[in-house]
């Protein structure tokens, strides 16, 4: 349960592995406005990290790590 | 505790390391392809190198660096033992033993040293080395990856990075990783690998190409990798290198300024990282000891980070840890430490990691108005765990584990002085006793003493056991150096001998042990030079090429026998009757009629020698003699059996423990002595009647058996003749000496006492005659009489 | 008052590190390997608990490494930061330290102001940090 879609946002809790990207990366092109919401992600793979970088999505709530957070909005 | 306690102890434990080192070589000669033998000869001079490390004994250090070089290759099969290796290791612990006794005697190592011990460790680095001498400092070694690139002139991609941030950090590496774009597939997870890299400073991941757009979204494979990762680290390029050492060739590191290699760095290897630089910044407290402490804290700190970052940890490390944390929080002690020391206890478990790396940046709050951490972490820790000792640790003999303590030997001797004195303090009380009852008409208090001291004799005695278990040394100890012994002489003379050793476990007196390693090598040198034949000989003999030597010892009943046996050319009684009468050491008609056993038993007479040229090994062609004497002196025997042509085995017959002796105490020219009980038949007074004259001899009759008499004054040469009673009787002490029984005239008897026996020592130890002195319970000092000796 | 497990089969080393940890102002105990470590461990009631472990890592019968792996199987009482003492200044063995659950590492022979500073730390004992820190030469 890594991914809840919700009406706004999807929301990445706890541990989201490399298996969750494929439906992240379908989720968020069907989005008029895609959103994404960290603020329970623990760790994530690298593949998800690609699809968050590649797609840009809105950042609802910045992940507890500070290094993911960098990243995530140096990007 | 002060330095030259420790010092000592250095000694010590030195010794230790030479010895086993010793025993070592001379085990791996035997079998050179044992893995556990060269390992443990490793690890002596791996330790011993250590040891020296604690002091400033560099020649010392040099050599032993050196032979653990040449070990390391050894036990790593990268180079062959051999006779030559040996030889010059064994020349090196020579020189080493040298060293430490220097050490020993002044605390230091001669000037001048340092020349000899470049030429030792030279000489062993030749063995594997045509380069000679590798620094001695300990040189951290990179982590050997063949792909690994680094850089010096400024990469492009440097530039991702924060010139500030680099300017802060001039020592840091940076690293590129560019993951393959198949690494997804291998399971790899380049996100992961790059942000748990050790002593992170900063982490920049973008896209190589291009990130689609619009209308190659929808093909755009999410699968495929496409990351650019580039780091700054304060963890040195080893670390890093081997952090990454699954993808070399994926990565490459930069380093701003070329990083010396250390010659000796004794702290951690990371370089400092402010625990935080705002507060690095903001400390206008130009105190060096608290800079140095808060950058020592943020590098520990960063330990933590990397510590909490690997996979399946275990609950114990995440608990330890929070001390950790606690603790580097403690020391800082700042206003923000403060804060973070309050909040850590609530951090779940999951989130520590995170929180941990956010103290370290702590840079603006990265958490936007986000609603509180959930305080129900989702990843539970590991339940604490069962207080059950698993089993695998135990010792695998399932016993329990041995304790030993390593006591010096001062110390042993003291309690040993302690003991003798309180037993001869508790013989006392006794006559106390009497006279309490005697003197002071005090029979209650009489009985009450004499109660008592039975108590206290009992535990005296059992004391006196307890220390004289401890003061039992295997004899072992004293074969030890014969290996390298045997070794060496049988070189020398072109001979092959192997020596097996038997129950050097089995246990005597330290007083007993000692005295014995003269003997032996007498005994061994005699067995090389004269037992053992040279390899033509004996294989024209048919015999083996190589003789054998063996040395068994095993304990019987109250008794440690040693036997010395070698399958040499024994000796020949033909030859030693012949010898025995031209020395004139026995008449040839009482030559003749001796057995070849008890011809043999002539090499015993003082003045014997079976070769012609006083071989250089053995001095004065060493005699039997001399070894039995000396045997004799520490209450043992010596049995001599041969065959000629087939070898040779001595037998020494040794008490146990030079326990408490039982004495026969006299008088004599008025002078107290004590003979000791088990040699004595009996006690009787002999009417000058009885007593016949025959020559210079005296003998009576007893129990229908001829006795010789000896007065006792005149065998120590005391100008007193014997002094008969009223009854015109004299005082006969028979004992047995030997296989006969000799009646010492006295002039009194004195009764038993049970005293403990000191073994003359300094000035008096070559008085011939004398068992040793015996302090007694008037504080007068009795000299305790060796029978055979004086007859 | 602080106590701090020595481990080391060297009895010299041993003998060095208590005196300059016991210096500092800590109580020592020490072992000359791994078994007997956990034993000293076991044999401590909560009261008496180690506080710190130096460990060195190569010793007979359960190295360094062996023995604070088992460490952490243990109940949180007995849980304490470990650092540990190596010859080796490579990397690979200061990852290992890691692996294992350590929380420090040390290159012997550590120079005494480094390893009381790195222990004082640990311990969260300030007076004893700022002392030994004075001692560090940069």
Same mark, same amino acid.
């Given at each position: 349960?890594?991914?809840?879609?919700?009406?706004?946002?999807?929301?990445?809790?706890?541990?989201?592995?490399?298996? &969750?990207?494929?439906?992240?990366?379908?989720?968020?092109?069907?989005?008029?406005?895609?959103?994404?919401?960290?603020?329970?992600?623990?760790?994530?793979?690298?593949?998800?990290?690609?699809?968050?970088?590649?797609?840009?999505?809105?950042?609802?709530?910045?992940?507890?790590?500070?290094?993911?957070?960098?990243?995530?909005?140096?990007? | 505790?002060?330095?030259?306690? !420790?010092?000592?102890?250095?000694?010590?434990?030195?010794?230790?390391?030479?010895? +086993?080192?010793?025993?070592?070589?001379?085990?791996?000669?035997?079998?050179?392809?044992?893995?556990?033998?060269?390992?443990?000869?490793?690890?002596?001079?791996?330790?011993?190198?250590?040891?020296?490390?604690?002091?400033? =004994?560099?020649?010392?250090?040099?050599?032993?660096?050196?032979?653990?070089?040449?070990? &390391?290759?050894?036990?790593?099969?990268?180079?062959?033992?051999?006779?030559?290796?040996?030889?010059?290791?064994?020349?090196?612990?020579?020189?080493?033993?040298?060293?430490?006794?220097?050490?020993?005697?002044?605390?230091?190592?001669?000037?001048?040293?340092?020349?000899?011990?470049?030429?030792?460790?030279?000489?062993?680095?030749? !063995?594997?080395?045509?380069?000679?001498?590798?620094?001695?400092?300990?040189?951290?070694?990179?982590?050997?990856?063949?792909?690994?690139?680094?850089?010096?002139?400024?990469?492009?991609?440097?530039?991702?990075?924060?010139?500030?941030?680099?300017?802060?950090?001039?020592?840091?590496?940076?690293?590129?990783?560019?993951?393959?774009?198949?690494?997804?597939?291998?399971?790899?997870?380049?996100?992961?690998?790059?942000?748990?890299?050790?002593?992170?400073?900063?982490?920049?991941?973008?896209?190589?190409?291009?990130?689609?757009?619009?209308?190659?979204?929808?093909?755009?494979?999410?699968?495929?990798?496409?990351?650019?990762?580039?780091?700054?680290?304060?963890?040195?390029?080893?670390?890093?290198?081997?952090?990454?050492?699954?993808?070399?060739?994926?990565?490459?590191?930069?380093?701003?300024?070329?990083?010396?290699?250390?010659?000796?760095?004794?702290?951690?290897?990371?370089?400092?990282?402010?625990?935080?630089?705002?507060?690095?910044?903001?400390?206008?407290?130009?105190?060096?000891?608290?800079?140095?402490?808060?950058?020592?804290?943020?590098?520990?700190?960063?330990?933590?980070?990397?510590?909490?970052?690997?996979?399946?940890?275990?609950?114990?490390?995440?608990?330890?840890?929070?001390?950790?944390?606690?603790?580097?929080?403690?020391?800082?002690?700042?206003?923000?430490?403060?804060?973070?020391?309050?909040?850590?206890?609530?951090?779940? &478990?999951?989130?520590?990691?995170?929180?941990?790396?956010?103290? +370290?940046?702590?840079?603006?709050?990265?958490? +936007?108005?986000?609603?509180?951490?959930?305080?129900?972490?989702?990843?539970?820790?590991?339940?604490?765990?069962?207080?059950?000792?698993?089993?695998?640790?135990?010792?695998?003999?399932?016993?329990?584990?041995?304790?030993?303590?390593? %006591?010096?030997?001062?110390?042993? $001797?003291?309690?040993?002085?302690?003991?003798?004195?309180?037993?001869?303090?508790?013989?006392?009380?006794?006559?106390?006793?009497?006279?309490?009852?005697?003197?002071?008409?005090?029979?209650?208090?009489?009985?009450?003493?004499?109660?008592?001291?039975?108590?206290?004799?009992?535990?005296?005695?059992?004391?006196?056991?307890?220390?004289?278990?401890?003061?039992?040394?295997?004899?072992?100890?004293?074969?030890?150096?014969?290996?390298?012994?045997?070794? $060496?002489?049988?070189?020398?003379?072109?001979?092959?001998?192997?020596?097996?050793?038997?129950?050097?476990?089995?246990?005597?007196?330290?007083?007993?042990?000692?005295?014995?390693?003269?003997?032996?090598?007498?005994?061994?040198?005699?067995?090389?030079?004269?037992?053992?034949?040279?390899?033509?000989?004996?294989?024209?003999?048919?015999?083996?090429?190589?003789?054998?030597?063996?040395?068994?010892?095993?304990?019987?009943?109250?008794?440690?026998?040693?036997?010395?046996?070698?399958?040499?050319?024994?000796?020949?009684?033909?030859?030693?009757?012949?010898?025995?009468?031209?020395?004139?050491?026995?008449?040839?008609?009482?030559?003749?009629?001796?057995?070849?056993?008890?011809?043999?038993?002539?090499?015993?007479?003082?003045?014997?020698?079976?070769?012609?040229?006083?071989?250089?090994?053995?001095?004065?062609?060493?005699?039997?003699?001399?070894?039995?004497?000396?045997?004799?002196?520490?209450?043992?025997?010596?049995?001599?059996?041969?065959?000629?042509?087939?070898?040779?085995?001595?037998?020494?017959?040794?008490?146990?423990?030079?326990?408490?002796?039982?004495?026969?105490?006299?008088?004599?020219?008025?002078?107290?002595?004590?003979?000791?009980?088990?040699?004595?038949?009996?006690?009787?007074?002999?009417?000058?009647?009885?007593?016949?004259?025959?020559?210079?001899?005296?003998?009576?009759?007893?129990?229908?058996?001829?006795?010789?008499?000896?007065?006792?004054?005149?065998?120590?040469?005391?100008?007193?003749?014997?002094?008969?009673?009223?009854?015109?009787?004299?005082?006969?002490?028979?004992?047995?000496?030997?296989?006969?029984?000799?009646?010492?005239?006295?002039?009194?008897?004195?009764? +038993?006492?049970?005293?403990?026996?000191?073994?003359?020592?300094?000035?008096?130890?070559?008085?011939?005659?004398?068992?040793?002195?015996?302090?007694?319970?008037?504080?007068?000092?009795?000299?305790?009489?060796?029978?055979?000796?004086?007859? | 008052?602080?106590?701090?497990?020595?481990? &080391?089969?060297?009895?010299?080393?041993?003998?060095?590190?208590?005196?300059?940890?016991?210096?500092?102002?800590?109580?020592?105990?020490?072992?000359?390997?791994?078994?007997?470590?956990?034993?000293?461990?076991?044999?401590?009631?909560?009261?008496?608990?180690?506080?710190?472990?130096?460990?060195?890592?190569?010793?007979?019968?359960?190295?360094?490494?062996? =023995?604070?792996?088992?460490?952490?199987?243990?109940?949180?009482?007995?849980?304490?930061?470990?650092?540990?003492?190596?010859?080796?200044?490579?990397?690979?063995?200061?990852?290992?330290? =890691?692996?294992?659950?350590?929380?420090?590492?040390? %290159?012997?022979?550590?120079?005494?102001?480094?390893?009381?500073?790195?222990?004082?730390?640990?311990?969260?004992?300030?007076?004893?940090?700022?002392?030994?820190?004075?001692?560090?030469?940069?």
């Amino acid at each position: 349960m890594a991914i809840r879609y919700l009406k706004k946002h999807a929301a990445l809790e706890g541990s989201v592995s490399v298996d &969750d990207a494929e439906s992240l990366t379908q989720w968020l092109q069907r989005q008029p406005a895609p959103a994404v919401h960290l603020g329970k992600c623990e760790h994530l793979h690298g593949a998800v990290l690609q699809v968050l970088l590649a797609l840009r999505p809105k950042l609802v709530a910045a992940p507890a790590d500070p290094l993911l957070a960098a990243v995530l909005r140096g990007a | 505790m002060n330095q030259t306690e !420790l010092l000592e102890q250095f000694v010590i434990e030195a010794r230790e390391c030479l010895e +086993a080192i010793g025993a070592r070589l001379l085990d791996v000669e035997r079998d050179p392809t044992n893995q556990e033998l060269l390992n443990d000869l490793f690890r002596s001079v791996h330790t011993l190198k250590g040891n020296c490390g604690l002091f400033d =004994f560099k020649p010392l250090e040099r050599v032993m660096h050196a032979g653990e070089d040449l070990l &390391d290759r050894v036990r790593h099969r990268t180079l062959d033992y051999s006779g030559e290796l040996a030889d010059a290791l064994l020349d090196a612990m020579d020189y080493a033993a040298r060293l430490i006794d220097q050490i020993e005697r002044s605390g230091r190592i001669d000037d001048g040293a340092d020349a000899q011990s470049i030429v030792h460790a030279q000489a062993l680095r030749a !063995l594997f080395d045509s380069v000679t001498a590798a620094p001695v400092a300990v040189v951290p070694a990179a982590a050997a990856a063949p792909a690994v690139a680094v850089s010096q002139a400024a990469p492009d991609w440097l530039a991702r990075l924060e010139a500030a941030l680099l300017a802060a950090h001039p020592a840091a590496t940076a690293v590129r990783y560019l993951p393959e774009e198949g690494c997804f597939f291998k399971g790899e997870d380049p996100w992961r690998l790059a942000s748990t890299a050790p002593g992170l400073l900063a982490l920049h991941v973008d896209g190589r190409q291009a990130w689609p757009e619009g209308d190659e979204r929808a093909a755009w494979d999410c699968y495929q990798c496409n990351l650019d990762i580039v780091l700054l680290s304060s963890a040195a390029c080893a670390a890093l290198e081997q952090h990454f050492r699954c993808v070399p060739e994926q990565v490459v590191y930069h380093q701003p300024q070329p990083q010396p290699q250390p010659e000796h760095q004794p702290e951690h290897q990371a370089l400092p990282l402010p625990l935080s630089t705002e507060a690095l910044d903001a400390d206008t407290d130009s105190d060096p000891a608290q800079a140095t402490l808060r950058q020592r804290a943020a590098q520990l700190w960063a330990d933590q980070c990397a510590l909490l970052a690997r996979s399946g940890l275990s609950a114990g490390t995440v608990q330890a840890t929070r001390k950790t944390l606690h603790g580097l929080l403690a020391a800082v002690d700042d206003a923000a430490s403060k804060v973070a020391s309050a909040e850590l206890d609530a951090v779940p &478990d999951a989130r520590l990691l995170a929180w941990v790396r956010q103290q +370290a940046l702590q840079d603006q709050s990265l958490l +936007a108005d986000d609603p509180a951490a959930d305080p129900a972490a989702v990843l539970q820790p590991a339940d604490s765990m069962v207080s059950e000792l698993p089993q695998r640790f135990e010792d695998s003999s399932g016993g329990h584990p041995h304790k030993v303590l390593k %006591v010096s030997q001062e110390k042993i $001797d003291r309690l040993m002085e302690l003991i003798g004195e309180m037993v001869v303090a508790k013989n006392s009380l006794p006559y106390l006793a009497q006279r309490a009852e005697d003197v002071f008409q005090q029979r209650e208090l009489s009985r009450e003493i004499k109660a008592q001291y039975a108590v206290i004799n009992r535990i005296a005695e059992d004391m006196q056991h307890a220390v004289l278990q401890v003061r039992m040394l295997p004899v072992g100890a004293v074969f030890q150096r014969f290996g390298r012994l045997v070794r $060496d002489i049988s070189r020398k003379l072109g001979k092959d001998v192997n020596l097996v050793i038997e129950g050097e476990d089995t246990e005597a007196d330290k007083n007993v042990i000692e005295p014995l390693s003269d003997p032996l090598i007498h005994i061994l040198r005699n067995s090389l030079d004269h037992g053992i034949e040279t390899p033509d000989v004996r294989r024209a003999a048919g015999k083996p090429a190589a003789g054998t030597i063996r040395i068994a010892a095993r304990q019987e009943s109250d008794r440690v026998l040693i036997e010395i046996s070698d399958d040499g050319a024994g000796v020949n009684p033909v030859r030693v009757r012949a010898k025995a009468v031209e020395r004139g050491l026995i008449p040839a008609d009482r030559a003749a009629l001796l057995s070849d056993d008890d011809a043999v038993q002539l090499v015993f007479l003082p003045g014997f020698s079976t070769v012609d040229t006083i071989s250089d090994l053995s001095g004065r062609g060493v005699g039997m003699d001399v070894v039995r004497t000396a045997i004799a002196r520490i209450n043992g025997g010596v049995d001599l059996r041969s065959v000629h042509g087939k070898g040779t085995t001595l037998t020494l017959s040794l008490p146990l423990s030079m326990a408490v002796t039982n004495v026969m105490i006299v008088e004599s020219a008025g002078r107290r002595l004590g003979v000791p009980m088990d040699l004595i038949v009996e006690t009787v007074r002999v009417h000058t009647d009885d007593i016949h004259h025959f020559k210079q001899v005296r003998t009576t009759v007893l129990r229908g058996r001829i006795v010789p008499l000896r007065a006792l004054n005149e065998l120590l040469a005391l100008d007193a003749e014997p002094l008969a009673n009223e009854q015109g009787e004299l005082a006969v002490l028979v004992v047995r000496i030997g296989n006969q029984n000799v009646g010492l005239l006295v002039d009194h008897f004195q009764g +038993a006492s049970d005293i403990i026996l000191k073994p003359l020592e300094g000035v008096l130890a070559g008085l011939t005659g004398f068992a040793g002195t015996a302090l007694m319970g008037d504080g007068g000092v009795l000299m305790v009489l060796n029978p055979k000796e004086l007859l | 008052m602080n106590r701090i497990l020595v481990i &080391d089969d060297a009895a010299t080393v041993r003998m060095y590190h208590r005196k300059i940890l016991g210096d500092a102002g800590w109580h020592t105990d020490e072992a000359s390997n791994g078994v007997e470590a956990l034993e000293r461990v076991h044999a401590q009631d909560d009261d008496t608990a180690f506080d710190l472990y130096v460990v060195d890592v190569n010793m007979p019968r359960m190295d360094g490494y062996s =023995f604070v792996r088992e460490l952490r199987r243990l109940p949180a009482r007995h849980q304490a930061p470990v650092v540990m003492v190596s010859t080796e200044a490579k990397a690979p063995d200061a990852s290992a330290a =890691f692996d294992a659950g350590s929380n420090g590492y040390l %290159v012997k022979p550590a120079r005494p102001s480094g390893l009381v500073l790195t222990a004082a730390l640990l311990l969260g004992d300030r007076p004893a940090a700022l002392k030994a820190a004075a001692g560090v030469k940069p």
